[in-house]
């Protein structure tokens, strides 16, 4: 007998917010390539078209939609939108978001609602949309987009580093939730990709050796790496996992903690 293959996703929908460009985009191509059809959103869902156009010739079925998420009619909309489209939705990954890098003594109010109303009210009110008619059939997949900044604090970041928190612990109560309906939720927090939400940061070549040397396995992420968490995370095989946090960082949420003992130990070497 063939051994059951785990991974595959043929048959079943998977729709990526924040898919016009960046993660979004790996997650999407890792699904499709696992044999998912696509919902692909972005607040400019034309820009999405390139991208589709890519998907499509793998042979997946591809729809674009508008969404933001900060916005409560269009959240609304889109769950209108994907019931009038029929059939079922079964993964959901939660990927839209934003940051604003700023010290916490000049964080506005607005730099405050910006980040936590896309990443941590926008993530929870999308998968509110999708959960119902996962609920109705008897099965889903929720995968929310975390960060090291679910598990750790940095300087900087401090919205961020809320919303994210927020993400994880989010993931924990919506598993408890929805368990009862067949619906996992997991949080998949990448490390650090080159992306256009960091590019500034990558412009400095000094940043990236630091970086690099933080992190265990040597090297930022390659746009491949995130490829297995999401498939596992969306698929079978991955069937009694719920409320976790996958980190997929090269090591760097171990090596951070690491970067600080040494740091404190060189201090204590130099006074001695
Ligand atoms: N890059 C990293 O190293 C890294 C690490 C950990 C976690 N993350 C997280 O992973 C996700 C993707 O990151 P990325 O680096 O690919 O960022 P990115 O290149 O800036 O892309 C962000 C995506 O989110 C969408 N978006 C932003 N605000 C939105 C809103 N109000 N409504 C709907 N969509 C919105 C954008 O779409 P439109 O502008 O087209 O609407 C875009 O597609 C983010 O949540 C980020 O925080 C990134």
């Given amino acids: 007998m063939a051994a059951e293959n785990f991974f595959d996703l043929t048959g079943q929908t998977a729709m990526v917010t924040g898919a016009s460009r960046g993660l979004g985009q790996y997650f999407a191509r890792a699904l499709a390539r696992a044999g998912a059809d696509l919902i692909l959103t972005s607040r400019r869902s034309e820009e999405i078209a390139p991208f589709a156009a890519e998907m499509r010739a793998l042979g997946r079925s591809v729809v674009t939609l508008d969404l933001d998420v900060r916005e409560r009619a269009s959240i609304e909309r889109m769950g209108e939108q994907v019931k009038a489209l029929g059939g079922q939705v079964q993964i959901l990954v939660n990927n839209a978001g934003c940051n604003v890098r700023k010290p916490a003594l000049e964080v506005s109010w607005e730099d405050w609602n910006l980040v936590l109303d896309t990443n ?16 109705r059939h008897g099965y889903g997949r ?27 612990q989010l993931t924990m109560s919506l598993a408890d939730d929805w368990g009862r309906y067949g619906i996992t939720v997991n949080c998949l927090a990448p490390g650090w990709f080159q992306t256009a939400q960091n ?16 992190i265990p396995l040597k090297r930022a992420g390659l746009p491949n790496d995130l490829d297995g968490a999401v498939v596992f995370l969306a ?19 171990t090596g951070a903690v690491r970067a600080t003992r040494q740091a404190k130990a060189g201090k204590k070497s130099e006074g001695n």
Avoid: K
Avoid at 142 to 168: D, E, K
Avoid at 201 to 211: F, G, K, P, S, T
């Fill in 199 to 214: 590019r500034v940061m990558y412009e400095d070549a000094e940043w990236v050796r630091y970086l690099e040397d933080r």
């Fill in 142 to 168: 929720v995968i929310n987009i975390g960060s090291v900044t679910s598990v750790a604090g940095y300087a900087g970041l401090g919205p961020y580093c809320a919303s994210r928190g927020g993400i994880r």
């Fill in 120 to 135: 941590l009210r926008g993530s929870f009110f999308v998968a509110q949309a999708l959960a119902r008619g996962m609920a």
């Fill in 235 to 253: 698929s079978e095989a991955s069937r009694y996992v719920t409320g976790q946090t996958l980190l997929v960082d090269g090591g760097i949420s």
